[in-house]
């Protein structure tokens, strides 16, 4: 089957301007993650969700970010008044089960988003 | 921030010869995992090993686990060029995946 799948691959937004992220997870996974990676460091964790419920969102780092997954499958990270600080690779990953369970995630191929 | 610490941050090998990296971390962990990310491409799970195991094997990876430490360690044996990408272990512990900044390993022909 596929794999997690993300669109736009590519973002190019102005300062100010709102963006959205959407991510495709494997279907039939119940949990979706969503991460920000800057150039040359590792993934950090910005949210979490269990089908439609949003466990965790300890990880955005402003209000400006918002996360749905409205109806526990497809998933939007939404940005608003960009910044530069903003500039990243957002990825996003599911999994077929739920919290504790050691399950694997798969990632998707990430957007990568830049604010000039 | 990043709470798992990645030892050495690059590595450069010829193919045939053999890949550590280290990975240590502070808290309390459900299982460590490892990953592997191509340039420019998303990341691949290589390996879980859960917090009562010691040692794990999945073809040329070893991935050992000392919880009195607070350490992990991937070996990759026989590495080939095709090896060269940057290695990430990632903490489960919650809901969460904290991930530490990888190891480029190049694996010269």
């Known amino acids: 089957g596929a794999g997690v799948s993300q669109s736009p691959r590519y973002k190019v937004a102005k300062r100010g301007q709102d963006v959205a992220l959407r991510c495709d997870p494997i279907?039939?996974?119940?949990?979706l993650f969503w991460y920000q990676q800057a150039l040359g460091q590792g993934p950090e964790f910005l949210t979490y969700?269990?089908?439609?419920?949003?466990?965790?969102k300890s990880g955005l780092p402003s209000d400006r970010f918002f996360a749905e997954r409205p109806e526990g499958s497809v998933s939007t990270l939404k940005i608003q008044r960009t910044q530069q600080e903003d500039s990243a690779v957002y990825l996003c990953?599911?999994?077929?089960?739920?919290?504790?369970?050691?399950?694997?995630?798969?990632f998707g191929p990430g957007t990568r988003l830049t604010v000039t | 921030s990043q709470q798992g610490e990645e030892d050495p941050q690059a590595l450069s090998i010829q193919e045939g010869e053999n890949a550590t990296m280290n990975c240590s971390y502070k808290?309390?962990?459900?299982?460590l995992q490892w990953y592997r990310q191509n340039s420019g491409r998303g990341l691949v799970h290589l390996i879980l090993?859960?917090?009562?195991?010691r040692e794990k094997h999945s073809g040329r990876l070893r991935v050992t686990l000392d919880t009195s430490k607070k350490s992990s360690s991937l070996l990759i044996t026989a590495s080939r060029a095709a090896d060269t990408a940057s290695y990430f272990c990632?903490?489960?512990?919650?809901?969460?995946?904290?991930f530490g900044e990888g190891t480029q390993l190049t694996v010269n022909p």
């Open positions: 990953a599911s999994s077929l089960g739920g919290l504790g369970g050691d399950y694997e995630q798969y």
């Open positions: 990632a903490r489960e512990s919650g809901s969460r995946l904290t």
């Open positions: 090993i859960r917090s009562n195991e």
């Open positions: 279907s039939g996974h119940v949990s």
């Open positions: 969700f269990q089908n439609e419920a949003q466990l965790d």
């Open positions: 808290t309390s962990i459900n299982n």
